[in-house]
Each structure stands twice: as structure tokens, then as C-alpha cells.
């Protein structure tokens, strides 16, 4: 078993150690944070097969498009903020769906500890009985 091991990746294995010892300028390094299409990085971003590493590009593409919005001032960016904000406003819906969902297939699993947290009248006395 080991022997196959071996032979699959020993050749794989020179290729990389071959990359690394190639040191590429500061500059070459820096501009392969950019992404040359932003919206295919972000997409393919978590799949293994055309990510190769990329999500780092999404993430600086992120930090400048955040910098230039607050640059721009507030009258420009105010349009394209609201939209923003209307797309985060749906994506924590989609959460919540997923999250009662989580809730409506595992019946009582947020039951008892909703339970001995409620404040309601009554629950002294439950409380001091016991389970």
C-alpha cells in the first residue's frame, strides 16, 4: 500500500517542492492578490477544483471595494450600501429558514433549555418541583 502511495505522489510531490523554491518578486506576489474576475473568484471560491487558493483574492478584492465605497463619499455610496444591506437582510432570512427547519426536524431539542430560561408566571413553582 505504501509503495503506491509512493509512486502516485512522489512525482506530484517534486512538482511542488520544485514551485516552491521559486521565489517570485514582492511585486508578482502582490498583484496575484488582485483577482482578474472578481465575481468568478467569489463564486468558484470553495470549489476544489477550480479554486486553487484563491479565496485570499475575493477576501483583498473585498477589503478595496470597501475602501473605495468609503472614499467615495456618502451621496454615492448610499444607493449601492442599501442594496447591500437588503442583500445581508436576505441572506440572515435564509438563515432563519434554515435554522427552524434545524428546529422543526429535531422536535424539543430547544424545548428544555427554553424552558429553564423563561420567565414566565408559574415557573418558580414548576421550577422548585423538579423535572
Do not use: H, W
Not at 430547544?110 to 414566565?120: I, Y
Amino acid at each position: 500500500m505504501r509503495e503506491k502511495l509512493v509512486a502516485q505522489y512522489t512525482e506530484q510531490a517534486g512538482e511542488k517542492i520544485a514551485q516552491a523554491t521559486q521565489k517570485k518578486p514582492l511585486s508578482q506576489t502582490l498583484l496575484n492578490l488582485i483577482p482578474q474576475n472578481p465575481l468568478e473568484e467569489a463564486v468558484n471560491a470553495f470549489n476544489p477544483e477550480k479554486a486553487n487558493g484563491r479565496l485570499i483574492a475575493v477576501m483583498v478584492f473585498s477589503l478595496f471595494f470597501g475602501i473605495a465605497m468609503t472614499v467615495t463619499g456618502e451621496e454615492t455610496a448610499a444607493p449601492l450600501k442599501e442594496l447591500l444591506d437588503a442583500v445581508f437582510r436576505v441572506c440572515l432570512k435564509i438563515i432563519d429558514f434554515a435554522l427552524m427547519k434545524s428546529a422543526v426536524s429535531r422536535p424539543g431539542s430547544e424545548v428544555a433549555p427554553a424552558r429553564r430560561f423563561s420567565s414566565a408566571p408559574g415557573d418558580e413553582a414548576r421550577s422548585s418541583q423538579g423535572p
